[in-house]
């Protein structure tokens, strides 16, 4: 892990400390669309820090179906979605260990609601146990915390496929259910450092196919889902999330 500023260049701004602070120790912070202050929850020692990108005018479209960034006409069915690029690229940093392993790695977007579009500023890295195909969270009382004490709402979650192609695995669209059925903007990151052809996807189950045939499975474990009656696939690219390099985000590591 960083252990020093003077490691990283000027544009970006870090802050790391390790606490057992009591709650009403707690560094009190306010998120907007540009600021995020670091914040400590309990019960366990957690390390936490913040990035600051320097401020530009383009704001991208991420491309459906490509991985890439481009400009895509705006989504007018559900709210826009601000993401900084940086939050994936620090992402993968915290994983690549477990990536080098063939071992995945997951996290959690928590975002915050302003004029009509979600902003992701924090990154919440759960206590995890994982396989070269699976991952499971660990103590989600700290995640539900974290997100309540920040007032975050729950916009998904990001995770890596360290050897496998970019899609969602069965067991990741039952993952996505249960966020999306929360928050119908919820998105499922995908990071495929191997797939030549797509790095990483934005995804979300279509609704209402998606959602309806999650909804009736009651399997569990890698499994086939039928295909909609409608003939629409149970999962798409996200087509309102754009990429915003003017965005500052929090990293909050519970391992």
């Not at 754009?242 to 985000?249: A, D, K, S, V």
Request: aromatic residues 8%; hydrophobic residues 40%; contains cysteine.
């Amino acid at each position: 892990m960083r252990t020093s500023a003077s490691d990283f260049p000027p544009a970006i701004a870090w802050s790391k400390r390790r606490t057992k602070e009591p709650a009403d120790a707690m560094i009190q912070t306010h998120h907007d669309v540009n600021q995020a202050a670091v914040k400590y929850h309990p019960p366990s020692a957690i390390t936490s820090w913040v990035e600051t990108a320097p401020l530009e005018s383009s704001i991208s479209h991420v491309a459906a179906s490509s991985g890439k960034i481009a400009y895509l006409e705006r989504s007018s069915t559900i709210h826009e979605i601000h993401l900084s690029a940086g939050l994936m690229d620090e992402f993968m940093v915290l994983a690549s260990a477990n990536t080098e392993n063939d071992l995945e790695t997951c996290g959690v977007l928590g975002a915050s609601l302003k004029n009509g579009t979600f902003y992701v500023t924090t990154l919440i890295v759960p206590k995890q146990e994982s396989s070269s195909n699976s991952c499971l969270a660990l103590r989600e009382e700290e995640i539900f915390a974290l997100q309540d004490e920040l007032s975050l709402f729950p916009l998904g979650w990001i995770h890596t496929h360290p050897s496998q192609s970019c899609f969602m695995s069965s067991i990741d669209l039952h993952t996505q259910y249960s966020f999306q059925v929360m928050l119908p903007e919820a998105v499922a990151i995908v990071m495929a450092p191997t797939d030549s052809s797509r790095n990483f996807g934005i995804f979300r189950l279509t609704d209402p196919a998606g959602i309806n045939a999650l909804r009736d499975c009651k399997e569990r474990g890698f499994h086939l889902h039928r295909e909609p009656t409608d003939g629409s696939p149970i999962y798409e690219d996200c087509s309102n999330v754009f990429i915003n390099p003017n965005l500052r985000f929090e990293i909050i590591d519970l391992r």
